[in-house]
């Protein structure tokens, strides 16, 4: 077998429909385009989301609220998860490097601290952003924090 016989399995090709080739082939005149109207003359194209003149979806659902454009989302971590992962590595700088090796965030998320749970290490927490009760926690436990 070479390359130059190849040939695709039997049955798996069809032959693509020949329209507007005569009355004889079962596709002329019309040339399954129906009678008449835009979409039987050439050159047609909708319009996205045209409903043939119906009020379109987009327009008939009512629109509410706001959608601040300048929002920054951050990925949210309590300090008991920080605590849990420098006893399990035994960590001193917990940085977002670390928890992405760790699996808790991706590689473009920004971490924001949060303080539920309980801190009894002492830690160097570098991070986007920290709520006041993780502040007071990580320092009350004589670590300090670092806002990147």
């Excluded at 009020?55 to 605590?83: D, T």
């Excluded at 399990?88 to 965030?105: F, N």
Aim: no cysteine; proline share 3%.
């Amino acid at each position: 077998m070479n390359l130059n016989n190849l040939r695709p399995a039997k049955g798996s090709v069809k032959a693509s429909k020949r329209i507007g080739r005569g009355q004889g082939s079962g596709r002329g005149g019309t040339s399954t385009r129906g009678h008449k109207g835009a979409k039987s003359r050439s050159g047609y194209s909708r319009k996205f989301g045209f409903e043939g003149g119906q009020m379109p979806l987009q327009r008939r659902v009512p629109k509410f609220g706001f959608k601040n454009i300048n929002r920054v989302e951050y990925k949210a971590l309590n300090i008991e998860v920080l605590q849990a992962l420098a006893e399990k590595s035994s960590l001193t700088v917990i940085e977002p490097e670390t928890l992405r090796e760790a699996g808790l965030i991706s590689k473009n998320d920004l971490v924001k601290i949060l303080g539920n749970g309980e801190l009894n290490a002492k830690l160097e927490v570098k991070a986007h952003a920290f709520s006041k009760s993780a502040v007071e926690a990580i320092e009350a436990a004589q670590g300090t924090v670092v806002k990147l």
